[in-house]
């Protein structure tokens, strides 16, 4: 395999070239520990996991010995799984809504501001990202509970009489996608705001644009790719999530990656655990390739009429 | 400059995130051996640090040890990875990397059923189990952070002075000094960063440990996790505020040992 990869060292001078290419050929050696941990990593558990999902549960956690696809057409043809499916796509859809609205305009306020705040805010952020999600899912649990503070806040204010559920079901796994994307989607299109020349912005002002006018129709147009991008960075993030819909739904949301650690750990149902996981990750390929390619295609429509229309 | 929306949403955005971890704090210094969570605490003692469990101490061990082992494994391949395929001037670099970032488009619930089912099946065929020691928890981790230290260093290394190594070995420098007195220095951001994130998704994960622990390689987020579903006891409170205290220490000591912009995720997971 790493033959295939590592390509023609010959060049066309090798007197001159001799020198250099000795010390290529002595830094390609260092792939092959990489190489090959990396691909037993990859291969043979994910060859003994497909092949899993063809065989039929016989109960006690073994699996029948003959091929068959009746994993798969049980989950595509049971409304139970297909709901699964649905239910899974249509949070991600929305908590990925949610998190760009809220993600965007905070990248680009951090942008604006510069020096310690902006790095203080940044590292804020970051460790919003890094630090375990459980401990996050319990403060969580406490400010959405039915004596919480947002159930408090909002009966102080008479806008509700008795307390809203705001966990076990929908709206808290929702809120838990958004807490888990929207830190990763500001620091990305952190990045994407900062390529956006600042004298384009001072332009728009000088010839009396306003605040929202600016916003609406030089920032967000300059960064539409990158916003794009964190589109679809935060779908396969949620549609991937298990621990934010396990604690906040109470297990009464059932999403693919929820039903996975279900079948596998608590019905040992190990083929069609394995099928539900294959499905999840094809589908959100899938995703990813069908947008890729509205990119692309948008990409080049551009590149022809540069000045846009 | 007016007040604009982009302002007052970032600032209540930035108290979204936040707020969860300052609850947990604020509730674990609450008074008395109640069983109820109270935010805003009614009083402030330090009793729930007193009374956490031993097993968490075990936990936090077994995921100090996993997370270290993880990010120097997958720090010392990320830079064979690195080296070998920019240094090595290959045609394919950039193929080769996408390979070693295909882990990143498998959910990781999706990876801990996988190595659960492998682990089964190669203690069916050959009769070792990596679950019995820490190897079963090491192998998914180094599965899951390869990619984000190979793609961390291999960032990095085209930026590196050849002419800084070429002149060190025209003054006569063997390749093992040029490497270790020159390369080695440009390339340690990189390295700390990339070992960095090796270790703290090692240390914080649930959704690949949580298939993988055995009651005596318990992870502490798996701990945590599973207390806080099955077995809820306000100490957990302590335990998590300790660990958000010791993340926020290494997240700020990396930044200023390597620098703000190293640190920030690249968008790997896209490309």
Redesign the interface.
């Known amino acids: 395999m790493a033959n295939d ?4 060292s010959a060049t066309l001078l090798p007197s001159m070239m001799s020198d250099k290419d000795d ?3 002595q ?5 092959w ?3 090959t ?2 691909a037993t ?2 291969i ?3 060859l ?2 497909v092949t ?1 999902s063809f065989h039929r549960d016989i109960g006690m956690g073994q699996v029948s010995a003959d091929f068959t696809i009746a994993n798969y057409v049980k989950i595509l043809t049971d409304v139970f799984y297909l709901r699964a499916i649905w239910e899974t796509t249509y949070l991600s859809a929305c908590a990925t809504f949610w998190a760009i ?3 965007f ?2 990248a ?3 942008a ?1 501001i510069e020096g310690r705040v902006a ?1 203080l ?23 959405l509970g039915p004596s ?2 947002v159930n408090r806040t909002l009966e102080a204010l008479s806008v509700i009489r008795s307390p809203v559920a705001l966990l076990n079901n929908e709206i808290g796994v929702l809120i838990g996608l958004v ?1 888990y994307t ?3 989607l ?3 299109l ?2 994407v705001v900062q390529t956006i020349p600042k004298y384009l912005e001072e332009a728009a002002y000088i010839h009396g644009a306003s ?2 006018a600016t ?1 609406f129709q030089l920032i967000v147009p300059m960064a539409k790719q990158g916003i794009l ?1 964190a589109c ?2 935060s779908f ?2 949620c ?2 999530a ?2 934010s819909p396990l ?1 906040l739904g109470g297990g009464r949301v059932l999403t693919l ?1 929820v039903l ?2 279900q079948k ?2 608590n019905d040992a149902d ?1 083929g069609l ?2 099928a539900l ?1 294959i499905l ?2 094809c589908f ?2 899938l995703m ?1 390739v069908v947008v890729g390619a509205y990119v692309m295609r948008d990409r080049r429509r551009r590149v022809n009429r540069p000045y846009g229309g | 400059m007016r007040p604009r929306m982009t302002t007052l949403i970032g600032i209540l955005t930035i108290l979204f995130l936040v707020s969860p971890f300052v609850v947990v704090a604020g509730a674990s210094l609450d008074t008395g051996n109640v069983f109820q969570i109270r935010f805003p605490p009614h009083g402030l003692s330090l009793a729930r640090y007193a009374e956490i469990h031993s097993r968490y101490l075990y936990a936090f061990r077994t995921s100090l040890v996993l997370g270290l082992t993880t990010a120097t494994v997958a720090t010392a391949t990320g830079l064979m990875a690195a080296l070998g395929a920019m240094r090595g001037r290959l045609i394919a670099a950039e193929a080769l990397l996408s390979f070693f970032r295909m882990p990143l488009q498998i959910p990781f619930v999706v990876t801990g059923a996988v190595y659960l089912q492998f682990y089964y099946q190669l203690v069916a065929m050959t009769g070792f189990n990596p679950m019995n020691s820490l190897l079963g928890l090491l192998l998914a981790h180094l599965f899951i952070v390869l990619p984000y230290t190979i793609s961390a260093i291999s960032a990095v290394v085209p930026r590196t002075d050849n002419a800084l190594e070429e002149a060190a070995e025209t003054l006569g420098a063997t390749q093992w000094t040029t490497f270790w007195r020159i390369t080695f220095p440009m390339l340690r951001p990189a390295l700390l960063a990339g070992a960095f994130y090796a270790f703290i998704i090692s240390f914080g994960d649930v959704p690949v440990s949580i298939f993988l622990v055995t009651p005596t390689n318990m992870t502490l987020p798996v701990l945590i996790f599973q207390d806080m579903r099955f077995d809820f006891q306000p100490s957990i409170l302590a335990v998590s505020t300790l660990v958000s205290i010791i993340s926020m220490v290494l997240i700020v000591g990396i930044q200023k040992l390597a620098g703000l912009d190293m640190v920030l995720p690249p968008n790997q997971r896209l490309s």
């Open positions: 990869i590592i390509g023609p010390s290529a050929k830094w390609r050696r260092l792939l520990f990489p190489l941990l990396s990593l990859l043979f558990p994910q003994t996991f899993m609205l809220l993600a305009p905070t680009y306020w951090i604006s790095t805010l940044l590292t804020l952020i970051l460790a919003s990202s890094l630090i375990t999600v459980p401990i996050k899912l319990m403060g969580l649990n406490i400010i919480g503070i807490q929207v830190p990763i500001v620091l990305m952190f990045a605040n929202t916003f991008g679809l960075l396969n993030m549609m991937g298990f621990t604690i990656p996975i650690q596998i750990i190990y655990g394995a996981s999840l990750v959100v390929l990813n």
